[in-house]
């Protein structure tokens, strides 16, 4: 019997960590039109590696030096929330900061942010 695949980062590469699970697309990265950024868009995606490790997702892509991203962070700087369509539907996401947004658009080859979906968002079917 095979593991289950987690991908904390829609689209990005998966984990078959089981503490992935409560994560399971909890990221995502939009490109600067406000678009969530799939892998038809932008093949790479599939190239950035994802683990879970004390705390912290961690990213890892080719050429690279990785990147660590706090999993639970109180959100109440509504200051970084905007609203994003996956699909039809408009989710509440929290930017991850400039740090993350160079860390993905330099690996991606187009600029783009790291978004969390936000904690108070009810579950939605995402889009194949």
Known sequence: MSMPIYHPVAHCGGTD??????YERRWL???SGGQWLTR??????ADITVELRFGYLVMRAPGMLRIDIPLDVIEDDDSVREAILV????VDVVDEGELAAAWVS????IPCRLMKVHPEMEPFDWPE
């Not at 038809?40 to 995606?45: E, F, M, N, T, W």
């Not at 699909?87 to 408009?90: H, I, K, N, P, V």
């Open 87 to 90: 699909g039809t539907r408009a």
């Open 29 to 31: 990265l939009v490109h």
């Open 17 to 22: 960590n089981p503490q992935a699970a409560p």
């Open 106 to 109: 330099n690996f991606a080859g």
């Open 40 to 45: 038809g868009i932008c093949p790479r995606l």
